[in-house]
T-cell receptor, first 112, second 113 residues
C-alpha cells in the first residue's frame, strides 16, 4: 500500500507570496492532519480534517488555511508569507482521528 | 493544555548497548501514545502505538511501556545499532480539549560503532 505523499517536496518562495501544499493520504484513510516543524518550536499542530470537515485547528494565524476533498486528499495554503514560515510542513493520515498516524516525507518551505 | 517532555534531549551510546528513552506527559486523559523516529530532514516513521488501556507494545528490538496514571512512557531499544541513530519523538492524543496530537521535543540518539 502506498504511503502518504506530499507535493512538492521543496519550495522556495518570497515574502508576501502565497503557497499551496498538497497531501495524499494512504488509501482508505479519512483523517488528515498538518504540522509545522521548526528547529526552535519543534512540531506544532496546524489543523486536522476528517471527511472534509475541519475538526481541530492549532494556534496559527488566519494566513494558514486548509481543506480536504471528497477523496480525502488535503491541501494547506499559506498567504502573505513571512520569513518565519520557513519550516518543514508534515502531513499525517489515519483511518480515523484517534488511530495510528502515518506521516509523509514533508514539504520543505523556504521563504526569502 | 497537554505538555509532553522528553529527557534527555540527546544521548550517545556504543553499539550493542540496551537503552531507554523517556517521555512524560501532564494530562493522563489520553486515547493513546505513539513513538516515532525521524531521520534528519525526513518525515516521521511510526514505531509503536500504545492505546490507553494497554501497558506495553513490542516490535522487534523495540518495547514501549505506558503508565498512564503517572504520565510516563518509556521506549526500550535492545542491542542498539548504528542504524538506530535518529531523533525519537513521543506524541500523545489527548481526550480533553481539541484531541489533537501533542509532541515532545524529542531525544536525539547516536549509536557509535
Amino acid at each position: 500500500k502506498a504511503g502518504v505523499t506530499q507535493t512538492p517536496r521543496y519550495l522556495i518562495k518570497t515574502r508576501g507570496q502565497q503557497v499551496t501544499l498538497s497531501c495524499s493520504p494512504i488509501s482508505g484513510h479519512r483523517s488528515v492532519s498538518w504540522y509545522q516543524q521548526t528547529p526552535g518550536q519543534g512540531l506544532q499542530f496546524l489543523f486536522e480534517y476528517f471527511s472534509e470537515t475541519q475538526r481541530n485547528k492549532g494556534n496559527f494565524p488566519g494566513r494558514f488555511s486548509g481543506r480536504q476533498f471528497s477523496n480525502s486528499r488535503s491541501e494547506m495554503n499559506v498567504s502573505t508569507l513571512e520569513l518565519g514560515d520557513s519550516a518543514l510542513y508534515l502531513c499525517a493520515s489515519s483511518l480515523s482521528v484517534t488511530y495510528e498516524q502515518y506521516f509523509g516525507p514533508g514539504t520543505r518551505l523556504t521563504v526569502t | 493544555k497537554q505538555e509532553v517532555t522528553q529527557i534527555p534531549a540527546a544521548l550517545s551510546v556504543p553499539e550493542g548497548e540496551n537503552l531507554v528513552l523517556n517521555c512524560s506527559f501532564t494530562d493522563s486523559a489520553i486515547y493513546n501514545l505513539q513513538w516515532f523516529r525521524q531521520d534528519p530532514g525526513k518525515g516521521l516513521t511510526s514505531l509503536l502505538l500504545i492505546q490507553s488501556s494497554q501497558r506495553e507494545q513490542t516490535s522487534g528490538r523495540l518495547n514501549a511501556s505506558l503508565d498512564k496514571s503517572s504520565g510516563r512512557s518509556t521506549l526500550y531499544i535492545a542491542a542498539s545499532q548504528p542504524g538506530d541513530s535518529a531523533t525519537y519523538l513521543c506524541a500523545v492524543r489527548s481526550q480533553t480539549g481539541a484531541n489533537n496530537l501533542f509532541f515532545g521535543t524529542g531525544t536525539r540518539l547516536t549509536v557509535i560503532p
